[in-house]
């Protein structure tokens, strides 16, 4: 039956796939290139990637997932089906159970709308884990200890945390503002102070260079807005960090109204214990540093952050347990 088991980690940047065994055998940029003309999809994650941007009159790319939702359901269940396709140890396979995360507050249509595309994508069964739990488990996260513990899920388009104890979820949330806020209030930035456009994936490219430890000045390619023209800017990386200020304090004051709701007990286990960071978000060592500043309270990034919802979404589906398990967990 674990043979049978995919976790699929479908995310707004990036859909990863976890197999039994193998590991993270799947890991592309949630991205969906379609031809307009004959309304078909003809390239998926790296390749459709590189068309962001560029592509000409009759194409299209598309992100169909954002902040935990499908936001279009063709190309949502086309992506998943092409990461589960890849990831199938053959052609005549049989249907998998797919084990996904999702935002800790999806309800109803949301749900539903990503249950029937991955069912749509070629599953047999799906099973839904709230993303912090799974993010947890994959971290090596002791959440059956009876002292409190608390994660944070650094994603693109949403941070979805959780304090534990017990073996389950005391308190979760999750926020809108995530990776992809943190590139908008930096291309926002670029165009009033500087009268610059930055792409997506380059102001996605400045705010990762400007977060290395070392970084000083950075450089980005982008385009005049008087003129149109192309122009590499260089900027100061305690200017990047400036322009992403409100943003992490919106992160920082969302981290402390669920430590609020939290029993005081909880929240003192979580001082000695600090917290633990995972995602694509817990690699930048500025984001982190400043968390752990603003919070007064120690934050640690797990080893391998960008897989640990995968990792822990295929630990729990394939436990001793059993996936009852998994539909065991929810928020209290």
């Known amino acids: 039956m674990a043979d049978r088991l995919i976790a699929l980690d479908l995310g707004t940047s ?3 796939v976890w197999r039994p065994r193998q590991g993270v055998v799947f890991d592309e940029p ?18 459709a990637q590189k068309m962001t941007g560029r592509t000409p009159p009759g194409m299209d790319t598309v992100s169909p997932i954002h ?15 092409h990461a589960m396709d890849t990831a199938r140890p053959g052609r005549f396979a049989l249907r998998p159970t797919v084990a996904t995360a999702v935002p800790v507050e999806s309800r109803g ?22 993303a912090p739990l799974a993010a947890a488990v994959g971290a090596g996260v002791e959440i059956d200890r009876e002292s409190g513990s608390m994660v944070v899920d650094l994603g693109a388009g949403t941070v979805d945390m959780a304090v534990f104890a017990f073996g389950r979820i005391v308190s979760a949330t999750s926020l809108g503002v995530a990776g992809l ?3 908008r209030a930096l291309a926002g930035w670029a165009r009033r102070q500087h009268r610059i456009d ?39 990386a305690a200017e ?16 402390g109204s669920l430590l609020t709701r939290c029993p005081t007990e909880l929240s003192a ?24 500043c603003r919070l007064g309270l120690p934050v640690r990034a797990a080893e391998n952050p960008e897989n640990c919802t995968a990792q822990g979404l295929g630990l729990l589906a394939t436990s001793t347990r059993g996936t009852a398990h998994v539909e065991a967990f929810s928020p209290v």
């Open 269 to 292: 286990d979580i001082t000695d214990h600090g917290v633990v960071l995972t995602g694509g978000g817990a690699r930048d060592v500025w984001l982190c540093h400043q968390l752990e």
């Open 30 to 47: 949630s991205v969906v290139a379609y031809d307009l003309n004959r309304g078909v999809a003809f390239a998926f994650g790296e390749n």
């Open 181 to 183: 806020a943190l590139d």
């Open 67 to 81: 902040a935990g939702a499908v936001t279009d359901f063709e190309a949502a269940r086309v992506l998943a089906r």
């Open 14 to 16: 990036r859909v990863r």
């Open 240 to 255: 990047v960090h400036d322009a992403v200020l409100p943003v992490v304090e919106a992160m920082v004051q969302g981290m």
């Open 198 to 236: 930055l792409g997506p994936v380059a102001a996605e490219q400045l705010r990762i260079a400007a977060g290395h430890p070392e970084a000083e000045s950075v450089e980005v390619k982008g385009r005049r807005t008087e003129y149109g023209t192309p122009v590499v800017a260089r900027f100061t």
């Open 109 to 130: 249509i949301h749900l539903k709308a990503l249950d029937q595309a991955v069912l749509q994508a070629g599953a047999a069964r799906t099973v839904t884990v709230p």
